[in-house]
């Protein structure tokens, strides 16, 4: 069964704004020194060749079951892939370096530039990037586009970042439908871009600031919560980290299903329970204790940040909220948080939200295994989640979390952000031959 189909049909209607939100800060205090990773891509997925059938099965005989596999916006027949839970590091097997090789490789020969595209509107803004919402010049497809000016990259000390985030997009092409799929990527004297699918339902953030009395049903943010941690149980199998994830970060597609995008600060630190890194980045509300105290975090941080989210969910706002991140830091450290009185019903969330929220990472649901977290009172509460229909995006979904897609308004559900004239110079021959000749 494919799982992926075209965001960019011309069809439904509606109109109106969301909301603005609030402006939340990422930090990041110290740089990690690490190698970067891999990389992905949804034209170049051709360059991919299946298997044959007694390799699949073979490899799904040693390693685990077989997932349903989707295609991208430009490809017609979705690309084979084997769901394996390997004991060894994935992301470092000698198949997955090919396999990305391969990928770069037809990417690279696309010759692709960003005028290529028509530039529409802005539609989000991180640390170092603005996205932008473009046309395809020939298909009339639409994308998003994450520029980042190559001054900034440079000045920032965060090119490692932005390579690790294009490497693992790679890891993803055609492999998680709830990961958002990189299209291409290029770059130009001044600027560089990674390119991937529009998904015009918006930001989750937005998405729940819009419903009512600003926060989700417990139906709803079962129906989130299910496809957020089927994305980090997916990430965490492949030996990545998220460590940023936030509703701003998850974005909604044409059918109310969710995509996990913005990858800046993901890391690959493969399979070894005991691997740690010692890098303090994050959003600071949802970042955990032992990320605010550099003292090495794993995969738990994740699960941390699930937390974070289901109560965010639940509530309209975060545990943890204050204005000044250092009391918001102090806040975490000493786990001070309260449930509002109008969760008295909400048992099951609370309790999921208590097993998440623990101040030791091997306490939290979820470690080492997600089973437990799977089996978990707040995803049994009838009607019990149907784990494999998620997975396949066949699960059903409330009329109230599908959004109203425009054609003529595509970005409707987004912010109104102001296009303004960035004032970047062109990088320094040396530097950029020294950052980018081989991005």
């Not at 209607?13 to 992905?40: C, L, T």
């Not at 299903?257 to 070894?272: Q, V």
């Not at 990320?291 to 974070?308: R, S, T």
């Amino acid at each position: 069964m494919e799982w992926f189909t075209s965001l960019f049909d011309s069809s439904d209607d509606e109109d109106g704004k969301p909301k603005p939100r609030a402006e939340r800060r990422n930090s990041s205090s110290s740089e990690d020194n690490e190698d970067a990773g891999a990389i992905k891509y949804s034209f170049a997925s051709e360059a991919v060749k299946e298997q044959d059938d007694e390799e699949l099965e073979r490899e799904r005989q040693q390693n685990g079951r077989k997932k349903s596999v989707f295609g991208s916006v430009f490809q017609k027949e979705a690309v084979r892939e084997v769901q394996t839970r390997p004991v060894e590091d994935f992301a470092f097997s000698v198949k997955e370096q090919k396999r990305k090789e391969a990928l770069q490789t037809a990417m690279s020969n696309l010759y692709f530039g960003i005028n290529d595209f028509q530039v529409l509107k802005t539609i989000g803004t991180g640390s170092f990037s603005r996205v932008k919402l473009i046309r395809h010049e020939g298909s009339g497809r639409l994308f998003a586009a994450k520029q980042m000016a190559k001054v900034e990259l440079v000045r920032l000390k965060v090119v490692e970042h932005v390579q690790r985030e294009k490497d693992i997009l790679i890891t993803f092409i055609n492999r998680c439908q709830f990961v958002v799929q990189l299209e291409t990527y290029f770059h130009d004297d001044r600027w560089l871009y990674l390119v991937t699918e529009f998904v015009p339902g918006g930001e989750l953030y937005t998405c729940i600031q819009t419903k009512d009395d600003r926060r989700c049903s417990v139906f709803s943010a079962q129906f989130y919560m299910v496809q957020l941690v089927l994305v980090v149980e997916e990430l965490h199998t492949r030996g990545i980290v998220h460590r940023d994830l936030k509703p701003e970060n998850v974005v909604i597609d044409k059918d109310g299903f969710i995509k996990l995008c913005d990858f800046g600060f993901a890391k690959c630190i493969g399979n070894d329970p005991t691997a740690r890194t010692h890098t303090s980045l994050g959003t600071p509300e949802y970042m955990a204790p032992e990320c605010i105290q550099a003292v090495g975090h794993g995969k738990a941080v994740d699960l941390w940040c699930l937390g974070v989210m289901l109560f965010e969910m639940l509530t309209g706002t975060t545990p943890f909220n204050e204005e000044d991140p250092f009391e918001t830091y102090q806040k975490i450290l000493r786990l001070n948080y309260e449930f509002p009185g109008f969760l008295w019903m909400a048992v099951a969330g609370k309790d999921l939200i208590s097993s998440l929220l623990q101040l030791n990472p091997e306490n939290r649901l979820g470690q080492p295994s997600f089973r437990a977290l799977k089996e978990h009172s707040f995803f049994s509460s009838p009607p019990a989640v149907n784990w494999t229909a998620f997975e396949d995006r066949t699960a059903s979904v409330a009329s109230a979390d599908l959004p109203d897609i425009d054609s003529n308004d595509p970005a409707k559900h987004f912010m109104d952000i102001p296009d303004v004239e960035e004032g970047y110079g062109d990088l320094d021959d040396k530097l950029d031959a020294k950052f980018f000749t081989n991005f």
